[in-house]
């Protein structure tokens, strides 16, 4: 196959799972119990509204047409970059988003940093030196950070860090600074995973005929480890970390709630709580489509990592 | 020790001891060898698997690892290999030692290309002292490409040295994309790249076809004689030691039997293991005769043990064999040593007692030998009528419609049948068609034309085949290791075809018992998993399953290629009574010609999809009419020390996407005419059988 056959599948695979995604989120909302008319307009109004102040609202928004309609009428708009307006702050649904997306996207990448600052050196270590005490301690840290809730680690830095030593801001976001700790919560469980990966996957490659092979060159330990070994082991990680970015998108929730980041996360909980539908649909589909790119991204990793890896499965 | 060290010693192993630690204890996988290489020469290291060959290679450039040297020296180049520090070693490696290992596949690194992989060879011969780590990953500022373009444009040099064709373009292929014989020239490539004084090859060629082998054996012989570099050379293959070595180290479970003149040690063996591995092979033996065998296997080298190692195997052994050291005595006037109490005993000399059995099988073939004729033989199980396989190697949409279209003709218009009780060969270089044309023969390919018959009835697929069909063909598949599912025990494995029609237990059971003793395997084997059996056992129990339900034809697909010589020689003796006795037919597929001409009926020649020659093996060996089959006959090794190895074929054949035109051979065929690019030949009936070349005539 192609290069340009296989961005094209590639593509138009990436573009179905976001339409597909698209339908799902925007279906779902339908099957909640509960009139968003009505709900939006007692909370707008303070009071019970009439049944005639429902009805302007609904024909109003659209509310009245069938379904598919209103999706239709809805991905058109956002296919031109219109996401509506939320419902309670009259301001466009993209310029929340457009607000929120750089938030979270640098605590993700942030995070992501950190995981590979932290997995890599321990998982190469930890399988060179296999049954050494640096291989045991840094899979009991490894054990150790799977185990601990991010909640719980979050507000554990937070204590020792602003509370006790007075460095790094307790909460909030705009500077570097504030993203250390929240990075630190999310990348640290997230490198218990792919520290225990990367150190199964560099045992397996370290038994290769080819890693021999390097060695008889004449070539030093540490370039047959990190040039001919770690390339090959860090195929299967490559796909890992790809869906964990993805998975960091989620779990940022929870620790852009306790941070206190205007992030993806806290207008995704906030809109949802309002029963805000277009900040709740543009949300989920702006996430969909990043985690898809995201996704897009490692596989053409992954060619660029294994030249073996054709899509159509032709072998020499 | 008995070999000693002069000016000219290159490589000196004294007493070497190199040990695993398993669960089941320490193993001693080399025990107490010695042995030296001059400068220049070529040394042929012999023995079965396990008998730690490899490892002593291995300890030699210090790469033993897990295993470690417990007792005895290696003396390389005058450094003390055994205590070199790590540095030492590496400009050992990187100057004067090289190593080419066996499988291609499997030796070069997977994601980079070629060009990285033996350019990095030549920097480091040639900037020992700077490895830096950046500089070897191309990071700016650290490494720069152009300077790599240095070393690279060396690479391409190489490659042409080695014999890979157009450099240029291959240099930035990656393994996958070359074939098996380019890989290991790769390989070949990467060793020479730092010039080195001595290269040790394990089993560089036993991957390989006939004729990519005799290319590469050829290069050796060369490279040695310009450049004067001493080969120590690994393998099972006494044919290939017989083409290239000086000289000849025996070994038997860690121990070295004898060593000697390569001349002097095929014309006169002194110890019996070395007698009995060339007895072994089918090239010394008569068609009609049985392959003498030696009893047994190589004894696990776990526990200590006193005497010679091969005398529980031994057919001359005798009490004296079986305790103390048995000394190793020299040969006078340079003809080597031999470790054995009888070191001048039996020379050559039939043995006492014949365990080999020479004539037991001369059956077999009878039948055969009495029927030249084409109109008595018996009816056809199987017939091939124009039978093609094409595959599309465009997947995508946008090639397809850009028209890149390549379809690879696997096989090709191919005619061909196979007769109750005989066994029809089928050989060619790798990637001729051979597995896809038995693929459509069980059935596991559907033909894109023409077709296929079992017993006189058309048949498709492995799906649309009724049960009786699907019994009637029974198959063994290459890799015995990857077609028994490691999960099941030998007993579940045979088993599974007896279920799946149905029999019910007691007969299941009773059926296993009786498969188990015709293929020589013990009953308390049948609870045994396919990993605690050894190569020639497996192979054992993929026979088994294959005629479990009474098949009248079993697919061979190179049953034989993995296995030594003395265990090959067991499993084609359990082939030959099988089909004695069961009045199996045979599809032997091989690439190794010496073992077709032991087994083969007929001979059916491949290349590029397409038959050569079809006809009996005596006429097809001793009179071949098609140059193709004639380059094949050509490129074996013999067993003749006699240094000449004739005209090999050069290159690989063209890729089978884009077939020359006219006669598919006739871009490597020394007999090419201007009208064999013009039309493709017919097959011309000879007065037995057919050959596909305008020249081919009755002799």
Redesign the interface.
Same mark, same amino acid.
């Given at each position: 196959?192609?290069r340009? +056959?296989?961005l094209?599948?590639r593509f138009a695979t990436s573009l179905a799972v976001t339409v597909g995604v698209s339908v799902v989120s925007y279906g779902l909302l339908f099957l909640t119990p509960g009139d968003p008319a009505e709900i939006i307009l007692s909370q707008q109004l303070g009071r019970q509204p009439s049944a005639a102040e429902i009805e302007a609202f609904r024909a109003e928004n659209g509310l009245n047409d069938p379904i598919p309609v209103q999706y239709l009428d809805w991905l058109l708009d956002v296919c031109r970059g219109d996401f509506g307006t939320s419902y309670y702050s009259d301001t466009p649904v993209s310029t929340l988003i457009a607000e929120a997306l750089p938030v979270t996207l640098e605590l993700a990448l942030a995070a992501m940093l950190v995981t590979l600052a932290i997995s890599i050196p321990a998982g190469v270590v930890s399988a060179v030196s296999r049954g050494s005490p640096i291989d045991y301690a840094s899979q009991l840290g490894a054990l150790l950070g799977v185990s601990m809730p991010n909640f719980w680690l979050a507000y554990l830095l937070i204590l020792v860090f602003p509370l006790t030593l007075g460095v790094f801001p307790v909460a909030g976001a705009g500077s570097v600074g504030h993203l250390v700790l929240p990075a630190i919560t999310l990348g640290t469980g997230m490198a218990a995973v792919v520290t225990r990966l990367v150190r199964s996957s560099m045992l397996e490659v370290l038994d &290769?005929?080819?890693v +021999?092979?390097?060695?008889?060159?004449?070539?030093? &330990?540490?370039?047959v480890v990190?040039?001919?070994a770690l390339?090959?082991a860090l195929?299967p990680v490559v796909t890992v970390l790809g869906l964990q970015l993805g998975a960091l998108l989620n779990g940022a929730v929870v620790v852009e709630i306790i941070f206190q980041r205007p992030g993806l996360g806290t207008l995704l909980v906030d809109a949802v709580f309002e029963r805000n539908y277009p900040v709740v649909q543009g949300v989920t589909l702006v996430t969909a489509v990043v985690f898809v790119a995201t996704n897009l991204v490692v596989d053409l990793t992954y060619r660029y990592? +294994?030249?073996?890896v054709r899509?159509?499965g &032709?072998?020499? | 020790m008995t070999e000693q060290s002069t000016d000219s010693t290159l490589l000196s192993i004294e007493n070497l001891h190199t040990r695993f630690r398993t669960r089941e204890g320490p193993v001693h996988a080399v025990d107490g060898v010695s042995m030296t290489v001059d400068e220049g020469e070529i040394v042929g290291l012999v023995g079965e698997s396990g008998s730690g060959k490899s490892v002593t290679a291995r300890s030699i450039v210090g790469l033993q690892d897990p295993g470690e040297i417990v007792r005895g020296s290696i003396r390389l180049d005058d450094v003390a290999v055994t205590d070199a520090t790590d540095r030492q070693l590496r400009r050992l490696r990187g100057d004067t030692v090289s190593m080419v290992f066996q499988d291609p596949t499997e030796t070069l690194n997977p994601v980079f290309d070629v060009g990285e992989q033996i350019a990095e060879s030549i920097k480091v011969h040639d900037e020992p002292g700077s490895q830096r780590l950046l500089e070897y990953l191309h990071l700016p500022p650290f490494g720069s490409r152009s300077e790599w373009r240095k070393y690279r444009d060396r690479a391409i040099d190489l490659m042409d040295q080695v014999g890979i064709a157009s450099p240029a373009d291959r240099v930035d292929a990656y393994p996958h994309e070359l074939s098996g014989g380019q890989r290991q020239r790769a390989g070949v490539a990467i060793a020479l790249a730092s010039d080195p004084e001595l290269v040790i090859a394990d089993e560089p060629t036993t991957a390989l076809d006939a004729t990519t082998q005799a290319q590469l054996l050829e290069r050796f012989r060369q490279y040695n004689a310009e450049r004067g570099t001493a080969i120590l050379l690994i393998t099972h293959d006494l044919g290939v030691v017989a083409e290239i070595c000086d000289r000849v180290v025996v070994l038997y479970a860690g121990e070295v039997m004898e060593t000697g003149p390569t001349e002097r040690i095929l014309e006169d063996p002194r110890h019996p293991y070395t007698k009995a591995l060339l007895e072994c092979l089918p090239q010394r033996v008569d068609r009609e005769s049985r392959l003498p065998t030696i009893e047994g296997s190589v004894p696990e080298p776990t526990a200590d043990r006193a005497g010679c190692p091969f005398a529980p195997r031994c057919e001359y052994a005798t009490a004296a064999c079986r305790d103390g050291e048995i000394p190793s005595v020299a040969l006078p006037d340079g003809r080597g040593s031999v470790t054995c109490v009888e070191s001048n005993g039996f020379a050559s000399d039939s043995p006492p007692s014949g365990t080999g059995a020479p004539g037991a099988g001369s059956e077999t073939t009878a039948a055969t030998e009495s029927a030249p004729g084409d109109s008595d033989r018996p009816s056809p199980i199987v017939e091939l009528e124009g039978v093609s396989k094409r595959y599309s190697l465009a997947s995508g949409p946008i090639e397809r419609f850009l028209g890149a279209d390549d379809t690879l003709r696997a096989v090709d218009r191919v005619d061909l049948e196979i007769r109750a009780g005989e066994t029809l060969a089928l050989v060619g270089e790798s990637g001729c068609g051979k597995s896809t044309l038995a693929s459509l023969i069980t059935g596991l390919e559907t033909p894109t034309s023409g077709t296929v018959r079992i017993d006189g009835t058309p048949v498709g697929g492995v799906a649309d085949r009724d049960a009786d069909t699907l019994t009637d063909v029974g198959v063994v598949f290459q890799d015995p290791r990857s077609s028994l599912n490691p999960r099941l025990t030998v007993e579940r494995t045979i088993d599974e075809p007896l279920r799946s029609v149905g029999w019910d237990r007691p007969r299941r059971k009773d059926r296993v018992r009786e498969l188990l003793d015709r293929v020589g395997l013990s009953e308390h084997q049948a609870t045994s998993y396919p990993h605690e059996l050894s190569g020639g056992q497996i192979q054992r129990v993929a026979i088994a399953r294959a005629i479990a339900l009474d098949p009248s034809l079993v697919v061979l697909d190179e049953p034989v290629s993995a296995l030594d010589a003395a265990v090959q020689a067991r499993l084609l003796n359990v082939l030959a009574d099988l089909q004695a006795d069961l009045d199996l037919a045979y599809l032997f597929i091989s690439h190794d010609l010496t073992v077709v001409e032991h087994v083969a009926d007929r001979v059916a020649v491949m290349y590029l999809g397409d038959l050569m020659e079809v006809g009996p093996a005596d006429r097809v060996f001793d009179r071949p009419t098609h140059p193709y089959t004639r380059a094949l006959l050509e490129a074996i090794p013999s067993l003749e020390p006699d240094g000449s190895m004739g005209p090999s074929l050069e290159d690989a054949p063209p890729s089978p996407t884009d077939p020359p035109s006219g006669c598919v051979f006739r871009t490597r065929c020394p007999m090419a005419e201007p009208k064999c690019a013009a039309t493709d030949p017919e097959q011309r009936r000879l007065e037995s059988g057919r050959s596909k070349c305008h020249f081919a005539r009755d002799h």
């Open positions: 196959m192609s340009y +056959d296989y094209a599948s &290769e005929a080819y +021999d092979t390097a060695r008889s060159k004449g070539l030093r &330990e540490r370039i990190y040039k001919h390339r090959n195929v990592l +294994d030249p073996r899509l159509g &032709e072998t020499a | -």
